[in-house]
T-cell receptor, first 116, second 114 residues
Framework: GAGVSQTPSNKVTEKGKYVELRCDPISGHTALYWYRQSLGQGPEFLIYFQGTGAADDSGLPNDRFFAVRPEGSVSTLKIQRTERGDSAVYLC??????????????FGEGSRLTVL | DQQVKQNSPSLSVQEGRISILNCDYTNSMFDYFLWYKKYPAEGPTFLISISSIKDKNEDGRFTVFLNKSAKHLSLHIVPSQPGDSAVYFCAARSKTGTASKLTFGTGTRLQVTL
């Protein structure tokens, strides 16, 4: 597709369950980012992939969060033992550059996660 | 430790007037600053950016000003239009080796009234 695609757009789950959120970046973009946006806040960095490897995972809040990008394209954010505080919009973004360019990221519409 | 701050959560401006959105930052290592616009239920979309070595960048109705000594940037929209009503995020880029990431402010909700 033309833009960054994220599925599901909405996910409601119960506390303690496992959740996977998927991101399909713009074709040819080597850099992929996951951000989390809580109500009333700006997007908060979680993890960055350059190709298949996680170049920076310093934003992952704890070891319940994990992300993969096995073939350097689609990425999956995995959250184990979900907690109510994990409720947020999870945004995926991609970029054709790594450290070059202007830093512009192209965002998807996000996956809204609600943990009951 | 909030490295990028937008102290005004909301702003209301009349159509045709100038909108000025402000942003402050603390990290002098940021090398690019960007403004993103976000409509409800959509992802943020890029609006305009400025390199840390510049003090002004203009694109149509949008101008971004950077004051490095004050660690302050602002976005001017002239003239403001109703379609500009959205949440505006200031973001700053930092680089570590080959990796780069954006740090966002908390956003300012702009309402352009008729």
């Amino acid at each position: 597709g033309a833009g960054v695609s994220q599925t599901p757009s909405n996910k409601v789950t119960e506390k303690g369950k496992y959740v996977e959120l998927r991101c399909d970046p713009i074709s040819g973009h080597t850099a992929l980012y996951w951000y989390r946006q809580s109500l009333g806040q700006g997007p908060e960095f979680l993890i960055y992939f350059q190709g298949t490897g996680a170049a920076d995972d310093s934003g992952l809040p704890n070891d319940r969060f994990f992300a993969v990008r096995p073939e350097g394209s689609v990425s999956t954010l995995k959250i184990q033992r979900t907690e109510r505080g994990d409720s947020a919009v999870y945004l995926c973004a991609s970029s054709p550059f790594s450290a070059g360019g202007t830093g512009e990221l192209f965002f998807g519409e996000g996956s809204r996660l609600t943990v009951l | 430790d909030q490295q990028v701050k937008q102290n005004s959560p909301s702003l209301s401006v009349q159509e045709g007037r100038i909108s000025i959105l402000n942003c402050d930052y603390t990290n002098s290592m940021f090398d690019y600053f960007l403004w993103y616009k976000k409509y409800p239920a959509e992802g943020p979309t890029f609006l305009i950016s400025i390199s840390s070595i510049k003090d002004k960048n203009e694109d149509g109705r949008f101008t971004v000003f950077l004051n490095k000594s004050a660690k302050h940037l602002s976005l001017h929209i002239v003239p403001s239009q109703p379609g500009d009503s959205a949440v505006y995020f200031c973001a700053a880029r930092s680089k570590t080796g080959t990796a780069s990431k954006l740090t966002f402010g908390t956003g300012t909700r702009l309402q352009v009234t008729l």
